[in-house]
């Protein structure tokens, strides 16, 4: 089951937000979806980008709390997805932590570490 999130409302109760994630991938936390919008609510993603300008994708979606470990590693596992196929496709490189954090990715892959 996925954690929700709650904030206060007007009124001063306690309401849970939904967002896309909730209704398009609701079994995202079970298997893998090659979208970050899957994991990070759509409301945290321009959070997510202002992070990841100074952290590597672990750092910055370690921030969420509402995400499980295994969902964090999904939504790393889709920006892993999305960075190479852009870069593949011609993009400019990424902040050199990013790119770092890449061939880190890739070489865990190789070896076995990841799934």
């Avoid at 709650?6 to 109760?13: A, F, R, V």
Wanted: net charge negative; hydrophobic share 40%.
């Amino acid at each position: 089951m996925r954690n929700g999130v709650t904030h206060s409302g007007p009124n001063g109760l306690e309401v849970q937000k939904i967002s896309t994630r909730d209704f398009l991938y609701p079994d995202a936390d079970d298997k893998y979806t090659p979208l970050v919008l899957a994991y990070v609510h759509d409301f945290d993603i321009a959070a997510l980008n202002e992070r990841l300008k100074t952290m590597t994708p672990p750092e910055a979606v370690d921030a969420f709390m509402y995400l499980s470990m295994r969902e964090k590693s999904f939504a790393c596992r889709a920006m892993h997805e999305l960075y190479t196929n852009r870069l593949a496709a011609g993009w400019p490189p990424l902040p050199e932590h990013v790119m770092i954090w890449l061939k880190e990715f890739e070489a865990d892959k190789e070896e076995g570490h990841l799934q």
